[in-house]
Nanobody, 121 residues
Framework: QVQLVESGGGLVQAGGSLRLSCAASGSIFNINTMGWYRQAPGKQRELVGTITRGGSTNYADSVKGRFTVSRDNAKSMGYLQMNSLKPEDTAVYYC???????????????WGQGTLVTVSS
């Protein structure tokens, strides 16, 4: 099977930066689109940004110009660079990926466990 593990969350002051990492592991044949989502207490999980295998990106309006999604296909890694952080960005951030598993022959949508980002004012 395959799994995703996020890291890099923590406490940061408003205006600061954090870089989140998403490590994919297991019987990976191919990783297609990867995405980052976030969920604040009492709110629905929402899109932050996505990136295709070829590098095309899409972002939520709330993070455009501040966040950058990237990936390293050779390392099976995804990244979320967050700059100019605001208190409103406080949430648990989740990595998501569409992964083809060569053992199960399944193309799965996989989620990481989440990493907490807290932005203080």
């Amino acid at each position: 099977q395959v799994q995703l593990v996020e890291s890099g969350g923590g406490l940061v002051q408003a205006g600061g930066s954090l870089r989140l990492s998403c490590a994919a592991s297991g019987s990976i044949f191919n990783i297609n689109t990867m995405g980052w989502y976030r969920q604040a207490p009492g709110k629905q999980r929402e899109l932050v940004g996505t990136i295709t295998r070829g590098g095309s990106t899409n972002y939520a309006d709330s993070v455009k110009g501040r966040f950058t999604v990237s990936r390293d296909n050779a390392k099976s890694m995804g990244y979320l660079q967050m700059n100019s952080l605001k208190p409103e960005d406080t949430a648990v951030y989740y990595c998501n990926a569409d992964i083809a598993d060569y053992v199960t022959y399944r193309d799965l949508e996989v989620w990481g466990q989440g990493t907490l980002v807290t932005v203080s004012s």
